[in-house]
């Protein structure tokens, strides 16, 4: 019989022990001492220890070993991984900042442990290199986030959010496990590096194509790609704005890291080629169409939006077809441009969020028309506005410059002998400058149209906690353009120790 | 003479028996029916069932849902005495590690406890 160490494994998921500790204790709080309390002192306690314990992940990541690993890959700690961490547990403390002070349940305690243990499930997706494990983490995050969708009890819309989310979900979970369960008959292995043993000879198997179209659909859904992405904008419409956010900015990172994994590791002989007139069966290809559908039609449908949410939601779909590009390189280099890109945009789409949030308290809706005269109502948020809108844009000095550039580049340097993905790139420059016009439309009312009688301010009180994190977070994005080393030193260091 | 082993061809004579096992005999009955019996139906022999009583009314009626919230509560401690059995079966073979383990397992399950009750889940009103 072979034991485990026990202690090891606690000294290894450290951090995710912290955090789970954290939600058990926001849930405490809330029932034990604050029950009598009004809501928003509670959502205050609540956030608190909810940011107290990811402090404690912090720290508690900080003290780790370079690297580990537990039971054969079920739990990985190498620098970029506990770089990933680091990244989510910042989304997760400005996630919290924004759903405070904000009047949508009278469940607060349960919504911030939601949170925490959905945060648990991406830490551990990143930091595992095994199909089990992998599997649990998902679903973990994935349940979380079902719950957080359906959390406004009183609104219609996010109930029909969260079913859409979740019948869409669970489908695409069992199309996950299906491919997954058919690539071990395949390969003999749950472990990523021994699939990848396992398939060499192997790469005609027809099996081996439906595990790896299975696998791709499955994936596809969390990072909401074309055609999986119909979900989307209803879950960023309906959802309660913290949840939208969180499924928009962490859940999008944890996933893409764990799809470029499972592609670059666990199918790594069955890469194929993407390139013009040079296509070869694999899943560069596969990846390919998916990433040209979803930036064509997520920038184009963007474009008549009139809900700033539902704007954000395509360009969400957009930005996921730009990030694949990255994942498509195979590389070292490919995998921190995605980690640069999907981190900052996470960041700034939660900036945007939050922006949002602000406007709809005020106004009672997130249509584009109720963004007129923010500029001159409050300059900050204004300008705040006009920084994401700009980086999701790709203007420079700003991080979603950078970001793409840094994926362009490492998609054009991939190792095709032909012009390999420059078709795809001339793409995604060109559909960038059509989602130029859509930004811009979202700042031609902040900036020009007159403020009419339906902004009129019905409430009068602004929200100190969510106006500090927005201003937080677009000075974040602004630095992370101007010196991107600051995130991709970190990052190449870390690919290059881990060996990708 | 020897045959090349072939794993498929288990899965086709296994196909063949499943279809030929249940078919043969309702294809015998129905000769039967055919060739011996006439046809007399009457109000018994059409019922739906031949023995116990005729039922009455919708099946969808309305439950309470707090009978649900109940089901769930009950749900996680049957599946808590599935692991607990084994536990039990093997603790003195076992090292601290797993004890302290288990121990953390019990504790989830004792806070869900703790906050159903605290919510008032288990208090019919």
Not at chain 1, 67 to 87: E, H, Q, R, W, Y
Not at chain 1, 380 to 393: Q, Y
Not at chain 1, 488 to 500: F, I, N, Y
Not at chain 2, 61 to 74: K, P, T, W
Request: hydrophobic share 55%.
């Amino acid at each position: 019989m072979s034991s485990i160490d026990y202690f090891q494994l606690l000294k290894l998921a450290g951090p995710e022990a912290v955090l789970a500790l954290a939600a058990l204790a926001v849930l405490a709080v809330d029932l034990i001492w604050m029950r009598e309390a009004p809501i928003r002192q509670r959502q205050g306690a609540g956030a608190f220890v909810s940011i107290l314990g990811c402090l404690g992940a912090g720290l508690c990541a900080l003290q780790m070993p370079g690297f580990g690993s537990f039971a054969n890959g079920m739990l990985v700690i190498d620098p970029l991984t506990l770089l990933l961490k680091g990244a989510l547990l910042v989304l997760t403390v400005f996630t919290v900042l924004l759903s405070v002070d904000r009047d949508f349940t009278e469940h607060v305690g349960e919504f911030f442990a939601l949170i925490l243990l959905a945060t648990v499930g991406m830490m551990l997706l990143v930091s595992s290199e095994d199909l089990l494990m992998i599997f649990v983490s998902l679903e973990l995050t994935s349940l979380s986030l079902y719950i957080l969708t359906a959390f406004q009890k009183r609104s219609a819309l996010s109930a029909e959010a969260a079913l859409k989310y979740f019948l869409f979900g669970g489908m695409a979970a069992a199309f996950l496990l299906f491919g997954l369960s058919l690539l071990y008959g395949l390969s003999g292995s749950t472990h990523l590096g021994g699939i990848a043993e396992g398939l060499v000879g192997k790469e005609n198997d027809p099996l081996l194509i439906v595990a790896l179209a299975m696998t791709v659909i499955g994936f596809g859904f969390k990072i909401a790609v074309v055609p999986f992405h119909l979900w989307a904008p209803d879950t960023y419409q309906g959802a309660p704005l913290a949840s939208a956010a969180f499924v928009a900015s962490g859940s999008k990172v944890a996933s893409f890291f764990v799809l470029a994994k499972v592609m670059m590791l666990g199918f790594a002989g069955v890469h194929g080629d993407a390139g013009w007139r040079h296509l070869i069966a694999g899943w560069a290809p596969l990846l390919a169409v998916l990433a040209l559908l979803s930036m064509l039609l997520g920038n184009l449908v963007a474009i008549v939006q009139g809900n700033v949410r539902r704007l954000l939601a395509y360009s969400a779909i957009a930005h996921s077809g730009y990030a694949l590009l990255g994942v498509m390189s195979n590389s070292g280099e490919g995998m921190a441009s995605l980690v640069y890109y999907t981190v900052t945009y996470g960041l700034t789409t939660l900036g945007a969020f939050g922006v949002v949030a602000l406007v709809e308290e005020r106004t009672g809706s997130a249509s584009l028309s109720s963004f007129a005269g923010l500029g001159r109502r409050s300059p900050i948020l204004g300008l705040s506005m006009m920084v994401f809108m700009l980086s999701l844009a790709g203007i420079p000095p700003l991080a979603g410059f950078f970001g793409k550039f840094y994926l362009f580049v490492g998609a054009i340097r991939t190792g095709s002998p032909n012009i390999g993905l420059v078709w795809l790139v001339v793409v995604a420059i060109a559909m960038s400058a059509v989602s130029l016009y859509y930004y811009l439309q979202v700042l031609k009312q902040i900036y020009v149209t007159e403020e009419s009688a339906a902004t009129v301010d019905v409430t009068g009180e602004t929200n100190i906690v969510t106006c500090c994190a927005v201003g937080a977070l677009a000075v974040l994005v602004v630095l992370l353009g101007c010196f991107p080393n600051l995130l991709v030193g970190p990052v190449l260091a870390a690919t290059g120790s881990a060996g990708l | 003479m020897t045959t090349e082993y072939d794993p498929y061809l288990f899965l086709a004579v296994f196909l063949g028996i499943a279809l030929v096992f249940p078919l043969a005999p309702l294809g015998l009955a129905r000769l039967w029916a055919v060739l011996y019996s006439n046809n007399k139906p009457g109000p018994i022999k059409n019922a739906t069932y031949e023995c116990g009583l005729e039922s009455k009314g919708d099946a969808r009626v309305q439950f309470r849902s707090d009978y649900y919230l109940y089901g769930i509560v009950f749900l996680i401690f049957d599946v808590e005495a599935l692991f607990l059995l084994p536990f039990a079966v093997a603790f003195t073979g076992l090292p601290m590690g797993a004890i302290v383990a288990m121990l953390v397992f019990l504790l989830l399950l004792v806070e869900g406890l703790v906050w159903a009750w605290k919510k008032g889940v288990l208090s019919w009103t």
